[in-house]
């Protein structure tokens, strides 16, 4: 029995809307406890306070954390829509968030002298993002170019 095309595209975007969801829960933990002033519990550490309270934690005066909450929010509309467009919205989001995950990392490690391990999960996040909408992108090129996904058979 050959597997429908179309079901490998579900498990993905089942994947990334469950890495969408985790990642929403990292940032809105990170922003709930910036807005009431806070230190974010850390285990490994307590870098998290430090990165939080600095001046990289704000871009254009927005929290780092209420950008990464938006762009979870949309990758996880992205995931639940099977267009092939939402799965190239999903591609320009997780590579910006990429960039800005390493430029944020890198700031840790060079400026700040901190490492904030929700920082660290949430490039986690978003770098297995990029990957899934990557494998993503590829099935949907693929039956784009072969025709309608197959139907089980026998």
């Known amino acids: 029995m050959r597997l429908d095309r ?3 595209d579900f498990w993905v975007c089942v994947a990334a809307a469950v890495l ?3 990642g929403i829960g990292v940032t809105a ?4 406890e910036r807005y009431h002033g806070n230190a974010p519990m850390c285990v490994l550490g307590g870098g998290c306070t430090a990165v939080q309270r600095s ?4 871009v254009a005066g927005v929290p780092v954390a209420l950008l990464g909450l ?5 990758l996880l509309v992205c995931a ?20 800005l995950s390493a430029w944020l990392t890198y700031l840790e490690l060079d400026q700040i002298h901190a490492i904030c391990e929700y920082c660290v999960a949430s490039a986690i996040i978003v770098t297995l993002s990029l ?11 693929r039956d784009a170019a072969t025709g309608p996904p197959l139907t089980p058979s026998s």
């Open 6 to 8: 179309s079901a490998s």
């Open 20 to 22: 969408a969801l985790i």
């Open 29 to 32: 933990y990170l922003l709930y």
């Open 55 to 58: 001046k990289y934690s704000t």
């Open 70 to 74: 938006l762009a979870y929010v949309a």
């Open 80 to 99: 639940l829509v099977r267009w092939q467009v939402a799965a190239l919205a999903a591609l320009f989001i997780t590579l910006l968030g990429v960039l």
């Open 131 to 141: 990957l899934l909408t990557i494998v993503r992108l590829t099935i949907l090129s």
